[in-house]
């Protein structure tokens, strides 16, 4: 019986979690290929995973990817079954495009819900089941882009008077709501396919211009992951806590500062996800 050994953490380990959230017609399609292809520089070790109604196929000019066509109804087991379809043929990188259709499609998890009975205490039976769809995108052996559409989303709001105006409040991505906390990387793409990164665990690309996804941008990604050691964030620390003593732990040892600061909305967040969670 061997001993267990202690090994240093390199990010060849990593698999990367990247998002891309674009409105329809924003390219997302597109550039998640390209993206795969820069990482993997073989066309045969990437598969799209389309619900679309073959959306992908506008591209097979490109070269010679796999895709999987997955029909309604969506629900979170059928995109599972996919995810290992994908692994088990060998693939290094899984496009999912889109992940919407599993939260707001025909047979996805609101409409699960929904058939329940619509009340809130459904989604007692809903949720373990997107959990363990999120979990097996989390867990993949693979790379896995995972595309989301955005729609517009509107604001309520009082004027002065009382009188209630909508309002346009930006874009919102169709998936439950914390999924980019998951992610390594989250490209939002405008409609003239320039993106930016809205969260980003690289370093690679915050804070810098707006810019277009190509091969390029995927050997960036690939080399990230395979050089040097990882790096936690306190942010990946704070969203790793399974308990609010560990929470506090962590928190109490983090010294003052802007940094601290800046992170007290996050360790809320958390300690709230994990107060639902033990009630």
């Given at each position: ?12 380990q ?7 959230s674009?409105v329809?017609?924003?390219?997302k ?7 795969a292809?820069g990482?993997t ?15 992908a196929?506008?591209?097979?000019h ?15 087991e ?23 259709h ?6 996805g ?7 329940a009975?619509?009340?809130?205490h ?8 997107h ?13 896995i882009?995972?595309?989301v559409?955005?729609?517009q989303?509107?604001e309520m ?6 009188k209630?105006k909508?309002?346009k ?14 992610l ?5 793409i ?20 707006d810019?277009?996804i190509?091969?390029?941008i995927?050997k ?45 909305e996050l360790?809320d ?11």
């Open positions: 019986n061997k001993m267990m050994q202690l090994k240093k953490a390199t990010r060849k990593v698999k990367l979690r990247l998002g891309m674009a329809a017609g924003g390219g399609t597109m550039s998640a290929l390209l993206l292809y990482m520089n073989d066309w045969s070790k990437i598969a799209v995973i389309d619900t679309e109604n073959g959306s196929s506008l591209y097979s490109l070269g010679e990817f796999n895709t999987i066509d997955l029909q309604a109804p969506f629900n979170p059928r995109y599972i079954e996919a995810i290992k379809a994908c692994e088990d043929g060998g693939m290094e990188v899984i496009i999912i495009d889109s992940i919407t599993e939260w707001d499609g025909k047979g998890c609101l409409d699960i819900q929904n058939q009975g619509g009340r809130y459904h989604w007692a039976k809903v949720t373990p089941r959990d363990a769809f999120i979990n097996s995108i989390l867990q993949s052996k693979c790379h882009i995972s595309c559409r955005r729609k989303d509107y709001t009082k004027d002065s008077t009382g209630v909508v309002e409040a930006g874009l919102k991505e169709i998936t439950r709501e914390g999924f980019e906390y998951e390594t990387l989250n490209f939002n405008e409609i003239n396919h320039h993106a930016t990164a809205s969260k980003d665990r690289t370093g690679l690309f915050m804070d810098k211009p810019f277009i190509s091969s390029d995927g960036q990604l690939i080399d990230w992951c395979n050089n040097g050691e990882v790096v936690k964030t306190l942010s990946d620390k704070i969203n790793e806590c399974l308990t609010i003593e560990e929470l506090s732990v962590l928190w109490a040892s983090i010294p003052k500062g802007t940094e601290k600061d800046n992170l007290i360790k967040k958390r300690k709230n996800e994990l107060t639902i969670k033990t009630e």
